[in-house]
């Protein structure tokens, strides 16, 4: 093997420069090391022909250059030799594996002494490296890992260590981040070897995995969930096949300072949950301010106030989040029970609000100040609950199906609470449509009512950030019902002299995954609950947010699952809309191949529909009196109330009809769907021949222009207002359209024996 020259340039480099000169050539000297693989990995003779003679030398000479930088007494020298080996041990593989024990005691020196803290931290990165290369070959784990990793983890430990009360850190949190996912990473690959320091480890890590604002030191989100991946993995090191067990140990101890965290959290309500794993609640002190926690080794550090204790019960959830999430020795019994006993208490707790206030007996011993803690630190308290249940639900699948039914219910109750929340609505998103994937063909009707204020949510935040919902203009100033004026209040002076700004808003802006799991759940809502269950203002609604948004997966999916009301009438397919906004693509093109033309039904052709118009009337969340129970839980499924004739009409002129063009997907379909439709009296069918496939409606008495279409009289059609099964509005109609042509001979052969 020739000797390349980036090597011979590197170990000229290194003589010539002064090591504290070093540091600032590093990546010069990093990317001259790794087009050196090839030589660096090859075994290396001391007799060999084709000057591979020089390429030893070299190599000897740069491992020789090395060692003396990482035994100098320059911090630049070190940490030159630091980065070098890391390179080296990256690209060299066995061959430098070999020879790399005195490298690894060095480094360890490094660890332990007192100096500069990038060199400590790219030291323990250095040293993880290696012990994760040598993984793999048993006999140098036993000649180089086994004997230095107790050092190693003896000097991590002593950086990560709490400090005493009142002490800030010794390393800062980034790095004290870097050494725990050092100890995660290697506590899989040697965990017989680190199995005397799992109680020592769970120590020092007590304050990192659900801290709270009354602790000394604030840790932040990234080194919380190396802390948890962590403690997660310390069964691991149980002996023998202990791992599930000590996997669920771990499990049940956490749920049980959940509820003990969450008697004192949540002692301003006096609930009504019962456990059903036998759980029994604490004498709670009112007196004070809540607390928890202690300074014992096994319990987590002490709080005080709600605020804090809201934290702690958040942080747990997240734990119990992280237990689903992250991979395990051997398998593992889940106490789902326990898990779903504490989500039921969770759950329960909700907010005073209209129709709730005698549900929810509040404690009289509790001031109102901490009540309105309660109430502002609930919905992040929620949105823990519902990372658990996903994480769940993602981990188990098909596996949790018997449970999924309570964990919608569950679902759908808590949304009401944290709607307004954009990261708690991504959240319920996600979750929904994974359940509707695994259940949603079975739900009922009672379920999918259920599901109308997620539907309208969805569909806000899509319209929201399409542009076409904006904030409504303040309606004027008026005098009372008495005639008196009504006093003036503070506004915006602003908006008077321009009053068309709010129609130059910008649209409301949410995150791309919020919109990636709104739109997936958009489509979830046609393809995985059974249509006929949905009302035909939710259906509409969807229909409209997937043309208005340009959404293929969801108009797909609406073509796919038409629509079909009580009376096993179809409604207008979106397929014009589709075609109209991917013309040339290949799914459509397929989806719109294997359609055929309605024989009837020409008016629709006639008129163009605003998929925006009448939005905000769709969205407006209706008038409830009292809430229904459904499944023993107290959130609401409501009902729209009932108008009169009059102001549906008048609501009929302000919402567009649902009259896309004309398809059908080899059945019937009603014109005018998704809207309301003008009362018509008298109409006449004109049914095309073979070679017109559509034709328009006539007025009884007028002649057509085609002398090869059949005239057939239809009898006049009134809304029926006592009919209390059919789906459409009061006032409103619908035409049956009659296409087979069946139906056509038999009504010839009628018309022909009368004429005879």
């Not at 559509?694 to 009289?713: C, I, N, Q, T």
Request: net charge negative; with cysteine.
């Amino acid at each position: 093997m020739s000797l390349p020259p980036d090597l011979r340039v590197l170990c000229r480099r290194l003589a010539a420069t002064s090591p504290d000169d070093l540091p600032r050539l590093c990546p010069v000297l990093v990317n001259h090391l790794l087009r050196c693989g090839p030589v660096l990995s090859a075994p290396h003779e001391p007799k060999t022909k084709d000057n591979s003679s020089d390429v030893t030398v070299h190599v000897h000479k740069l491992k020789t250059q090395i060692n003396t930088l990482l035994n100098g007494k320059s911090n630049n020298g070190r940490f030159t030799a630091v980065v070098l080996i890391k390179a080296m041990v990256d690209v060299g593989g066995w061959e430098c594996l070999r020879l790399s024990e005195p490298w690894v005691r060095g480094l360890l020196s490094i660890i332990q002494r007192p100096g500069p803290v990038a060199m400590k931290e790219l030291a323990i990165v250095t040293v993880t490296r290696i012990y994760s290369l040598l993984h793999g070959y048993q006999t140098l784990v036993r000649e180089i890992a086994s004997p230095t990793i107790p050092s190693f983890v003896n000097a991590c430990l002593q950086l990560i260590k709490t400090p005493a009360s009142g002490q800030p850190l010794k390393l800062p949190t980034t790095t004290v981040e870097t050494v725990v996912n050092a100890l995660a990473t290697i506590v899989p690959l040697y965990p017989t070897t680190l199995r005397p320091f799992s109680a020592q480890i769970r120590s020092a890590l007590r304050g990192y995995i659900a801290p709270t604002s009354s602790d000394d030191t604030v840790v932040p989100q990234p080194l919380r969930h190396a802390s948890r991946r962590l403690l997660i993995s310390l069964p691991y090191t149980a002996p023998k096949n202990g791992s599930g067990e000590e996997w669920a140990k771990a499990v049940d101890s956490y749920i049980k300072d959940c509820h003990s965290t969450a008697d004192q959290v949540f002692r301003a309500i006096n609930e009504s949950w019962e456990s059903t794993v036998g759980y029994i609640a604490g004498n709670i002190n009112y007196d004070g301010e809540p607390g928890g926690g202690g300074s014992a080794a096994e319990e987590l550090p002490a709080w005080s106030g709600l605020p804090a204790g809201a934290e702690r019960l958040s942080g747990l959830l997240e734990l119990l989040a992280n237990f689903f999430r992250s991979p395990t020795k051997s398998p593992v019994a889940v106490p789902l029970g326990s898990l779903m006993d504490l989500v039921a208490r969770v759950a329960a707790i909700v907010p005073p609000g209209s129709g709730r206030e005698d549900r929810i007996q509040l404690n009289p011993s509790i001031g109102r100040e901490e009540k309105d803690e309660l109430w502002s630190a609930l919905p992040d308290i929620h949105v823990a609950v519902l990372e658990l249940l996903l994480a769940m639900v993602n981990r188990l699948g098909p596996s949790i199906t018997s449970l999924t039914r309570d964990i919608l219910n569950h679902t759908v109750r808590i949304f009401k609470t944290v709607a307004h929340v954009p990261s708690a609505r991504e959240v319920v998103y996600t979750l929904a449509q994974e359940l509707l994937s695994l259940i949603g063909p079975t739900l009922d009707k009672l379920a999918v009512e259920s599901l109308t204020p997620l539907i309208q949510s969805c569909c806000r935040d899509l319209l929201e950030s399409a542009g076409y919902l904006q904030d409504t203009a303040r309606p004027a100033e008026s005098q009372a019902s008495n005639g008196a004026k009504k006093p003036q209040s503070a506004g915006n002076a602003d908006a008077f002299l321009n009053p068309k700004a709010d129609n130059t808003a910008s649209p409301i802006s949410h995150s791309p995954s919020h919109l990636q799991t709104a739109s997936a759940l958009l489509s979830s809502f046609l393809s995985h609950l059974p249509q006929s269950h949905l009302s035909p203002d939710s259906r509409g609604l969807i229909d409209r947010t997937a043309i208005l948004t340009a959404d293929k997966r969801a108009m797909l999916a609406s073509c796919l699952h038409p629509y079909k009301d009580s009376n096993g009438r179809y409604y207008a397919s979106v397929i014009p809309f589709l075609t109209r906004a991917f013309p040339r693509d290949q799914e459509v093109e397929v989806l719109r191949s294997n359609l055929r033309a309605a024989k009837g039904g020409a008016a629709s052709t006639e008129m163009m529909w605003e998929p925006q118009t009448g939005l905000e009337e769709m969205l407006k969340e209706p008038e409830k009196e009292e809430e229904q129970t459904f499944s023993g839980l107290n959130w609401g499924t409501t009902t729209a109330a009932r108008e009169d004739g009059a102001e549906e009409k008048e609501e009929s002129s302000r919402i567009a009809p649902f009259v896309p063009r004309a398809m059908e997907i080899d059945t019937p379909f009603v014109s005018g769907a998704f809207g309301k439709a003008a009362a018509v009296e008298e109409t006449v069918v004109a049914v095309a021949s073979e070679q017109t496939p559509m034709s328009p409606l006539k007025r009884k008495g007028e002649d057509l222009d085609s002398g090869k279409a059949k005239k057939v009289e239809a009898e006049a059609v009134k809304a029926d207002e006592e009919d209390g099964d059919s789906d459409s509005d009061e006032g409103s109609i619908q035409i049956d359209m009659t296409m087979d042509d069946d139906e056509e001979d038999e009504e010839d052969g009628e018309e022909n024996t009368g004429g005879d």
